[in-house]
Structures are given as C-alpha cells and as structure tokens.
C-alpha cells in the first residue's frame, strides 16, 4: 500500500491552524518534528511545561493521505485556509507502507554508558558478561519505536552515565519526564529497589510501563501523569527535560528530594546553566556543570 504524504514547516505559533487544516482536509495521521533536528532519533525525548505542548521553534508536519488524493486541489484548499502560507512550502512525495518502528530499530545498536551500564535494541540479544568476563553487565532492553528517549542524544547519555557512577543499592528514585521509562528502568536494573516515572504525555505513560515489563521491572516502577504526582521523599532525583520547565519545577523537586539526596538535571543547552545554578542552589549543595557537546547536565545533593 502508497501513501502521498505532505510535509511543511512552520512557525511555532502556525502549528495550532495547520494542524487542524490538515485533519479537516482528511489527514491519516499528523507528525511533529524539530525542523531544525539533525536526526529523528531523540526528537521528543525533551518534555515541556506541565500542560504545555511539545514544540520547537520551527516545526515540520508530515500528514499522510490517501495516494489517489488530488494534490492539487489539497494545495489551493490550504492555501485557503491558511492565508499566511505559500504553496513552495508544500512537498510531497509518494511513500510506500513500511514498518517504520523496525526499520529504526535495525539503526539502533547497543551502546555503553559509564562502566557497566548498556542500553541495547529489543531485537538484539545481550551477552551476559562483558569482554572482561569478571562481572555482569547491566543492560536495558528498550523498544526505541515506542517513544522518546533511546539513549543516543547527549542529555540522555549524561544521564545514564551519572547514573551509572551512583550506588542505587535499595533506593527509590524519581524521574521527572520519564519518556521511554530510560532513566528510570536503567536505575532498577543499576540495583535501586523503586522507582517513580512522571511525564505530562501520556504515550510516555504507556512506553514506560511496556519497557519496564520487557525489563523484568514493572513491579517496581510507578508512573504517574503530573497532577497526579503526590510528591514523595526520594533517595535519587534525575530529570532530563528543558531549561524553563527545570527552573519551574526546582521547588517541586527540592520538596521531593530527601536531604543528602543526590540530583540530575539535564536538557540544558550552553548558555542556560548559570541561571538554573542560582535557581537551585537556593535548595541544592556540590552543584557541579558536565558538558557533553553543547549541551549541559547540572547534579549536585538536596541540602
């Protein structure tokens, strides 16, 4: 089976019109991507505001109609419809049917975060040592076609390997915009005894919650939308989200924190941190900055 799919990019603010143009012009399904996104692969694994879309500055919608539409009569209506937009905005091409989860899901290969800690592909089966052969790996089997977060950009790697250097033994720790459940999971599988995943889309809910049972963990994970989120004293607290929701929720994460509790945060690009560090060394001691390319992890321990 063909698809003619359509694709356009937008401003922020034209995204609300044109994606309902699109649903009204008989769209089988509608995709959001970071226009200025280099790869796919971690497009949403940063969650905005509490009741906030996920959105960037520039934003691609990709919707896909039925071949036999006729493209140019789907182009004048939206150009009807939308008067700011130009028909040298529009492309299409035809697309065959695909299993677009699995052919990601041969791209995505095992890789190593810290020590010990690996993140691996559903598909690919891990060894159960590593090439010392003295000790066991610690390994996450993730679905990456499920949601955000596979562990290849370098907010969720910093993540994965500051919590590869903690020791987890018994502890619970809380992961705000959980996405995929990667950071929460990988704790479990690091020897914390519980874990408590918080993310505003409820697709991450679910993602969460189907990786921890392919991890062996589901009865040590709770995930929770955010109003229904009863802030509970925890022994690790990590969020990879973005720097404005960071800044919001530090009173949020410092009632959540025991004392002498350590802390991650991340989703931070170069230029944001000085302002998150004096916002939260009003609750936080041992701040400390980790660069990884251009983007920024913050950790340090809840006062």
């Not at 359509?6 to 044109?18: D, F, I, M, N, Y």
């Not at 996920?54 to 919707?63: D, G, K, R």
């Not at 049917?97 to 993140?119: C, H, T, V």
């Not at 949020?252 to 004392?259: G, I, L, R, S």
Request: hydrophobic residues 45%; negative net charge.
């Amino acid at each position: 089976m063909s698809f003619l799919e359509l694709s356009l990019t937008v401003h922020t603010e034209q995204q609300p019109g044109a994606e309902e143009a699109l649903g009204e012009l008989g769209a089988m399904s509608i995709t959001l991507q970071d226009a200025n996104a280099e790869t796919p692969d971690e497009q949403a694994i940063f969650e905005p505001g509490v009741g906030e879309l996920p959105l960037w500055p520039t934003i691609t919608l990709t919707a896909l109609f039925d071949v036999d539409c006729d493209q140019r009569g789907l182009s004048e209506t939206l150009v009807e419809l939308l008067p700011w937009l130009q028909p040298d905005q529009l492309q299409f091409r035809e697309i065959a049917d695909a299993d677009w989860e699995r052919a990601w899901m041969d791209q995505f290969k095992p890789m190593p975060f810290g020590r010990r800690l690996w993140i691996y592909p559903w598909n690919i089966t891990p060894p159960s040592l590593n090439e010392r052969g003295d000790e066991e790996l610690v390994v996450v089997r993730l679905d990456p076609g499920l949601a955000f977060g596979s562990g290849t950009h370098p907010t969720t790697t910093l993540c994965l390997e500051w919590l590869d250097g903690l020791e987890l033994a018994g502890k619970t720790l809380i992961d705000y915009g959980c996405g995929s459940g990667i950071l929460a999971i990988a704790a479990l599988k690091l020897g914390a005894a519980r874990a408590v995943g918080v993310d505003n889309d409820p697709q991450a809910i679910l993602a969460s919650t189907d990786n921890a049972s392919r991890n062996g963990v589901a009865d040590r994970l709770e995930v929770f939308l955010p109003e229904d989120f009863k802030n509970a004293a925890a022994d690790v607290l990590i969020a990879n989200i973005l720097a404005g929701p960071l800044a919001e929720l530090a009173p949020t994460f410092a009632a959540a924190a025991k004392p002498g509790a350590p802390f991650a945060i991340s989703g931070i690009l170069q230029g944001q941190e000085e302002e998150l560090l004096l916002r939260y060394v009003e609750w936080f001691d041992e701040l400390r900055v980790d660069t990884r390319e251009e983007w920024i992890r913050i950790s340090g321990r809840r006062r």
